[in-house]
């Protein structure tokens, strides 16, 4: 498994963006694919999950109702939607996959990453 991560930019607030997370090694399979985002001074905290067949998904209380995950239809991307933006989402996203649980929060139990793409939403 081998993760890119596209897409971030700019936006104002109230705006749209998606990211994507390509994966140029074998197929993401029942791995659980995650975004997690990190801004600067802060932890890296979970923001979204989707199951290895696409069918669950999982959010941070924190971006339910604005952002959404999800598997093109041969799970070898997976994309994040992300609405009605605020300041506070200003971070550089993270994408990971492991065969992990999916409400698992915690960024160590991913064992493959790509690396951060920037967000920055401006007021």
């Known amino acids: 498994v081998q993760l890119q991560a596209s897409g971030g930019g700019a936006a104002q607030t109230g705006g749209s963006l998606r990211l994507s997370c390509a994966n140029s090694?074998?197929?993401?399979?029942?791995?659980?694919v995650a975004w997690f985002r990190q801004a600067p001074g802060k932890e890296r905290e979970f923001v979204a999950a989707?199951?290895?067949?696409?069918?669950?998904?999982y959010y941070a209380d924190s971006v339910k109702g604005r952002f959404t995950i999800f598997r093109d239809g041969a799970k070898k991307t997976v994309s994040l939607q992300m609405n009605n933006l605020k300041p506070e989402d200003t971070s550089v996203y993270y994408c990971a996959a492991g065969n992990v649980i999916l409400s698992s929060l915690r960024s160590s139990n991913y064992a493959h990453w790509g690396q951060g793409t920037q967000v920055t939403v401006s007021s």
């Open positions: 090694g074998r197929a993401f399979g029942q791995y659980t």
């Open positions: 989707v199951r290895g067949n696409g069918g669950q998904t």
